[in-house]
């Protein structure tokens, strides 16, 4: 019997970040295809509640693991390595997230373990089954299989769905890890207040390109009108018009909203690979041949600065 281990990760204020229940739902798959049992994992400063969160999501057990700081490589590392040798994990996964990122390679490379990052779904079963991951920007899917007793997987959340509560109350275990001295200490967190949602959990996203000029007035407006998120292309983080946490994309994140507005954006591959997987893409852009309009559902060959107005004003009719 298989043991598939699932980090969750906790935010900043200690509560569980959504791309976790993403992460369960590719654990439980995982799980069924290699006969074995899901078991979930809480590291952190506190990891009660949020264990306590999850103790209807049918895992066999979740092990936690306290007296941690917020995340930091270091002591996360090793906490995390000494709970998969003592759970025996066969596989141990997270969400593709900027600590999953951080943290798994390394723990992949303490264990000598092989990993597959950004994985999509699987191939197979039993002891052989394969992983999909994307390869130059999506444009390739990649089948890879890993030789290691233990492996190491980073799940791309897009391609999962949210995991439901099954019912049931998963027995919560303490593990006490020895944590040596760190070279790096957390100090202080200054979060970026915004009364928008987090981009990467938005319903729904609008995102401007260099067509804005930098003017991001008319797509943060229609973003708040319809409660959603705004994104941007690397063209515009580049030149400094929004910030770096805004963009969408092959090195920025990955969203998968219901509804994806596009504004002033080409469509390049690597803007793709961030959004392609939104359930309704709108493009609004003046070039009738830009490659977005390839992926849209509903594309506009128009002036966005004349668009966007007249969008929101009829949206805030329909509103009322
Ligand atoms: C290794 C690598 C990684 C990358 N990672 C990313 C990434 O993560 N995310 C990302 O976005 N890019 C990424 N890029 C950059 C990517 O290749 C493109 O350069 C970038 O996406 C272009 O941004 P853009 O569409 O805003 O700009 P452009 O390609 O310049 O397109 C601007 C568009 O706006 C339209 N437009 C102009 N004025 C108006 C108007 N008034 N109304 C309507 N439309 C108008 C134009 O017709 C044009 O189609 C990466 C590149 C590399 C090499």
């Known amino acids: 019997m298989s043991i598939v281990l699932i980090v969750a990760e906790l935010q900043p204020s200690g509560q569980l970040r959504k791309a976790t229940l993403n992460a369960v739902t590719a654990g439980r798959q995982l799980a069924e295809k290699t006969g ?28 936690t693991v306290g007296g941690l700081s917020q995340y930091v490589a270091e002591p996360y590392t090793a906490a995390l390595s000494q709970l998969v040798q003592s759970v025996k994990a066969d596989y141990v996964g997270m969400a593709a997230t900027a600590v999953g990122r951080d943290l798994l ?39 890879v299989k890993l030789t290691t007793a233990l492996k190491v997987l980073s799940f791309r959340g897009t391609e999962f769905p949210m995991a439901e509560p ?45 067509g804005t000029k930098g003017d991001f007035k008319e797509v943060e407006a229609l973003a708040d009108l319809l409660n959603g998120a705004v994104g941007a292309s690397r063209a515009v983080v580049d030149a400094g018009w929004v910030p770096n946490d805004y963009q969408v994309g092959q090195t920025g994140k990955v969203v998968a909203p219901t509804l994806y507005v596009a504004a002033g954006i080409s469509g390049a591959i690597q803007h793709l690979a961030g959004m392609k997987g939104s359930k309704t893409i709108v493009a609004i852009n003046k070039d009738g041949d830009a490659p977005i309009f390839q992926v849209a559902d509903y594309g506009l060959v128009a002036d966005l600065f004349k668009a966007l107005p007249e969008l929101r004003e009829s949206l805030a009719k329909l509103k009322g």
């Open 105 to 143: 390679p390394r723990v992949a490379g303490r264990l000598r373990a092989a990993m597959a990052s950004e994985v999509m779904g699987y191939e197979g079963s039993g002891a052989d089954v394969q992983f999909q991951r994307p390869m130059w920007a999506g444009a390739v899917i990649a089948t």
């Open 166 to 210: 099954t019912g049931g109350a998963s027995e919560v275990k303490a593990f006490t890890a020895s944590i040596p001295a760190s070279k790096t200490a957390f100090v202080d967190f200054k979060e970026v207040k915004s009364a928008r949602p987090n981009l990467t959990e938005a319903r729904v996203v609008v995102s401007g390109g260099r």
């Open 36 to 63: 074995g049992e899901l078991h979930l994992a809480v590291l952190g400063a506190n990891p009660a509640p949020v264990a306590e969160e999850l103790r209807g999501f049918g895992a066999r057990a979740i092990h």
